[in-house]
Nanobody, 121 residues
Framework: QVQLVESGGGLVQVGGSLRLSCAAS????????MAWYRQAPEKQRELVAR???????NYADSVKGRFTISRDNGKNTAYLQMNSLKPEDTAVYYC???????????????WGKGTLVTVSS
């Protein structure tokens, strides 16, 4: 069994910062890509940022220059540093890892349960 657990969400004022973490645990061989998605009320889930095994990153246009994704492979953890937060960043943030395990050697998507980020004006 693989579990992803997010932390670091909360309430912040406009212009503030938050750092999200997502840690994977269980029978893990390899974690390939790590990504953060978000879903605002009445909107579809959207990709915020992704980082590959090699460290290549890509970001949604709406967060470029404000958010930074990083990973610690030794800790099976991804981070999302969010600066200059705006009210439109308010959403539930989910982490998504592509992981190989003894039972899924070709890789499988795993999701965290989400952490709420609220940016107040």
């Amino acid at each position: 069994q693989v579990q992803l657990v997010e932390s670091g969400g909360g309430l912040v004022q406009v212009g503030g910062s938050l750092r999200l973490s997502c840690a994977a645990s269980g029978s893990i061989f390899t974690i390939y890509s790590m990504a953060w998605y978000r879903q605002a009320p009445e909107k579809q889930r959207e990709l915020v940022a992704r980082i590959t095994t090699g460290g290549s990153t890509n970001y949604a246009d709406s967060v470029k220059g404000r958010f930074t994704i990083s990973r610690d492979n030794g800790k099976n953890t991804a981070y999302l540093q969010m600066n200059s937060l705006k009210p439109e960043d308010t959403a539930v943030y989910y982490c998504n890892f592509v992981i190989t395990t003894p039972k899924t050697p070709t890789g499988m998507d795993y999701w965290g349960k989400g952490t709420l980020v609220t940016v107040s004006s």
